[in-house]
Nanobody, 121 residues
């Protein structure tokens, strides 16, 4: 059974930083793209940042220059460094990964349970 487990959320003041981590565990063959999404109350889930297996990155315009996504393929982890946090960054942040279970399966999307990030003075 594949699991994605996030950590690192919390309550911070505007301008402060947080680092989110996500680790993939279980039995699978490979991980392709990984990413972070977020969902604020009343809003749809939106892409924050993504990273390919080769390290190419993509960011939402609203976080460009403030957030940095990275991954450690050996540890099966993806990170999101969030600097200069704003109240509008408040949301539940979800880790996502495209995972191949076996050579006979298809790539599938997996999600973590989410971690709350609250930015408030």
């Amino acid at each position: 059974q594949v699991q994605l487990v996030e950590s690192g959320g919390g309550l911070v003041q505007p301008g402060e930083s947080l680092r989110l981590s996500c680790v993939a565990s279980g039995s699978f063959l490979a991980i392709k793209d990984m990413g972070w999404y977020r969902q604020a109350p009343g809003n749809q889930r939106e892409l924050v940042a993504s990273i390919t297996g080769g390290g190419s990155t993509n960011y939402a315009d609203s976080v460009l220059g403030r957030f940095t996504i990275s991954r450690d393929n050996a540890k099966k982890m993806v990170y999101l460094q969030m600097n200069s946090l704003r109240p509008e960054d408040t949301a539940v942040y979800y880790c996502n990964a495209q995972i191949l279970l076996s050579s006979s399966s298809k790539w599938s999307d997996y999600w973590g349970q989410g971690t709350q990030v609250t930015v408030s003075s």
